[in-house]
């Protein structure tokens, strides 16, 4: 079963709005990714956040995790049309030797 | 900008061709991964590997086969292409399971 649920699907956005995607998982984990790719690319990691850790910021992301609710939350701020991309978020289950788990994507787009 | 390569980057091929998909990686990492991806869709680990002669099904099944003889070096191989292989397929590293995976460009592939 899918272990990464994006949410929305779709955003669309103006240039310097924040942006806010959620991601909703079923089993526990170790950690939670989130990764951006861009139309036809590989993707690229963003940032990572242990099942410990509540909040953590990177440049202009911020990243919050509810392990309690199972999900997590991505804010670009102040976005910019080069934001445009598709995001991921990834799950490292907690159960051995585990690969990550990749949800469907949140597609943005930054309008100019 | 991470040092992973996948070759070609794209390829038209008829049915029932034997195809490889190279990738190579220059980190030394022992955890190497192949991803199926559809426009607009969630990744689908197709095989992975611990590190050299070990090598795994994932999550979808798929009619490729991989090998692993180098650490660098993890080909995917279709011995007859068929349309419904018709795809991106993403090829990943990493130090370790659960840690942050470097993504090649891609592979698109149309199997006419």
């Known amino acids: 079963s899918q272990q990464g649920e994006e949410d929305p699907q779709a955003l669309s956005i103006q240039e310097g709005e924040n942006a806010t995607m959620n991601c909703s998982y079923k089993t526990s984990i170790n950690n939670l990714q989130w990764y951006r790719q861009n139309s036809g690319r590989g993707l690229v990691h963003l940032i990572l956040i242990r099942s410990n850790e509540r909040e953590k910021h990177s440049g202009r992301l911020r990243v919050t995790l509810d392990t309690s609710k199972k999900s997590s939350s991505l804010l670009i701020t102040a976005s910019r049309a080069a934001d445009t991309a598709s995001y991921f978020c990834a799950t490292d289950a907690r159960s051995g030797y585990s690969t990550l788990t990749f949800g469907k994507g949140t597609m943005l787009l930054v309008s100019p | 900008e991470a040092d992973i390569y996948q070759t070609p980057r794209y390829l038209v091929i008829g049915t029932g061709k034997k195809i490889t998909l190279e990738c190579s990686q220059t980190m030394g990492h022992d955890k190497m991964y192949w991803y199926q991806q559809d426009p607009g869709m969630e990744l689908h680990l197709i095989h992975y590997?611990?590190?050299?002669?070990?090598?795994e099904k994932g999550d979808l099944s798929s009619e490729s086969t991989v090998s692993r003889i180098r650490t660098e070096h993890f080909p995917l191989t279709l011995e007859s292409a068929r349309p419904s292989h018709t795809s991106q397929y993403l090829c990943?590293?990493?130090?370790?399971?659960?840690?942050?995976?470097?993504f090649g460009p891609g592979t698109r592939l149309t199997v006419t």
């Open positions: 590997s611990y590190g050299v002669n070990s090598t």
């Open positions: 990943a590293s990493s130090e370790g399971y659960g840690h942050e995976q470097y």
